[in-house]
């Protein structure tokens, strides 16, 4: 059964502290890895997508990258404004349909 | 991107009683998806819903409690019928922009409270 994993399901920082949230997956082949985050009561934000193993992307204070297993969103010196829930989805390579299965999500508070 | 916007973004509603809501986007999209989020949950594919064709359920949801319309390639709307306070939810819809790139991009939500 396809399976998405995200750990921690909380993570408290300090303004500038930098951390890693990890993305486990179990699929049959995978399609793409999607990062998004969610700010409380809108929806998901897209962040980043990977596709093969190895390929990293960045954003600002944001990095994504890809194993065969895993993925990591890494934060470097975060900020307050990074508080959010940040959301893990694969999309298995079987599915010409769009389902993405979504992990928990891991939520992130940043105090100043 | 794209402009995806969501009506209405909140209600609360009665056991038993029934309602629809819409999803616009400001560009012509192929696919588009429904979801729903549960208090504290993730989010779980209610169905895809494709210009010209009928609605696509993923298991454990059926039409006759989620009818979903698609009449043209900027719209869809979602009902949910009966409804019972395990319907309380955020329902998203999202949009695969490009087709080519697989990344889906979602509205603001509706957030439903069933009493």
Request: with cysteine; charged share 20%.
């Amino acid at each position: 059964e396809d399976q998405v994993t995200q750990s921690p399901e909380a993570l408290r920082l300090q303004e500038g502290e930098s951390s890693s949230l990890n993305c486990s997956y179990t699929v049959s082949g995978l399609r793409g890895l999607f990062w998004y985050r969610q700010d409380p009561g809108k929806g998901p934000e897209f962040l980043f997508t990977l596709y093969s193993a190895g390929e990293e992307k960045e954003k600002e204070r944001l990095k994504a990258t890809l194993t065969k297993k895993e993925s990591f969103l890494h934060i470097t010196a975060p900020k307050p404004e990074d508080s959010a829930t940040y959301l893990c989805a694969v999309l298995p390579v079987y599915n010409q349909g769009g389902k993405l299965i979504f992990g928990q999500g891991t939520e992130l508070s940043v105090k100043p | 991107s794209a402009v995806i916007s969501q009506k209405p973004s909140r209600d609360i509603c009665q056991r038993g009683t029934s309602l629809t809501i819409q999803c616009q986007v400001d560009s012509q999209v192929t696919m588009m998806f429904w979801y729903r989020q549960q208090p504290g949950q993730s989010l779980t594919l209610i169905a895809t819903a494709n210009q010209g064709s009928e609605a696509t359920y993923e298991s454990g949801f059926v039409i006759d409690k989620f009818p979903i319309s698609r009449p043209n390639l900027t719209f869809s709307t979602l009902t949910v019928s009966n409804m019972s306070p395990e319907d309380s939810s955020i329902y998203l819809c999202s949009v695969d922009l490009r087709g080519d790139t697989d990344t889906q991009y979602f509205g603001p939500g509706t957030r439903l409270t069933v009493l």
